[in-house]
């Protein structure tokens, strides 16, 4: 979380337990240093578990005041989601936060081109898990004492893009799944998404493949976003200060979808 010199940044998660999916690296690691930076404890997961571990040291090696621990694992394994869970509330006795950031995209181009098995396991990984950390989380601990979830989106789910376009599906999926967890898991949970414009990291290389430039062109604010700017949102959305703010899908995307020339 980005603070003037000498300002600590808040301790608003002081005490709460905090778990982030996909965090080995890039978004999914901000968001994770964005928390513990506020006091949270935070659950990693991620796949491999050489990237997870380096991760850890890395966030501790920042020195906040929230704890870390690591859950590796595959989203798309139920095994591996009650695992990271259990972990959660047994290392930290909480699980007061739940950020569903893993996601996969190995299609690209015309829909007519795609292979049927990549986009069900685009919309298992993206959706599907997501929603089984949700139940997860719900049994364990936010079903009796409540909770803030967030599932990252994409403005890909929002406007067709004619690239990506079993992705946004997805996508637009995890918005809407997110608007009926808002609905029938409210008051004492609430859930809310992000849709992230192209971010900096290495899941979106192919994106900016032609330069960054160009691909920042389009945007009014005339450069891309970094996993920070996401993390700011992210915090915010779970902090106290959101604490009548769910079932929302927030744009953080420099202004892309505000152009109408996605």
């Known amino acids: 979380m980005a603070t003037d010199a000498g300002v600590a940044p808040a301790q608003d998660l002081q005490g709460l337990t905090a778990l982030v999916t996909g965090a080995s690296r890039g978004i999914g690691k901000a968001i994770a240093s964005e928390l ?30 929230g704890k870390v621990a690591a859950s590796p694992g595959n989203a798309g394994d139920a095994a591996a989601r009650s695992a990271a869970v259990a972990l959660a509330v047994e290392r930290f006795g909480s699980l007061d936060i739940l950020v569903n950031n893993t996601g996969i995209n190995p299609v690209f181009g015309s829909l007519m081109d795609a292979d049927l098995d990549a986009v069900r396991k685009i919309f298992d990984i993206n959706v599907v898990a997501a929603l089984g950390y949700v139940q997860e ?54 859930v809310n998404a992000v849709a992230p414009g192209i971010v900096k990291t290495q899941f979106a290389a192919a994106l900016v493949a032609a330069g960054e430039d160009q691909a920042a062109a389009g945007y009014p604010m005339k450069r891309l976003g970094t996993p920070e700017d996401v993390a700011a949102l992210v915090g915010f959305l779970v902090s106290p200060a959101a604490t009548w703010i769910t079932g929302e899908t927030v744009r953080v995307d420099g202004g892309l979808l505000a152009t109408g020339a996605m």
């Not at 949270?40 to 040291?57: C, F, H, M, S, Y």
């Not at 989380?137 to 967030?150: K, L």
């Open 36 to 65: 513990l930076s506020r006091g949270a404890d935070v659950v990693i997961t991620a796949r491999k578990p050489g990237p997870l571990e380096d991760a850890v040291r890395e966030l501790q090696a920042l020195g906040h005041t």
């Open 137 to 190: 989380a719900h049994r364990a601990w936010m079903g009796r004492h409540g909770g803030a979830v967030v599932n990252l989106a994409s403005v890909a789910g929002i406007r067709s893009t004619g690239v990506i376009a079993a992705y946004g599906a997805s996508k637009a999926a995890l918005i809407r799944l997110t608007e009926e967890l808002a609905w029938q898991l409210g008051p004492g949970i609430r």
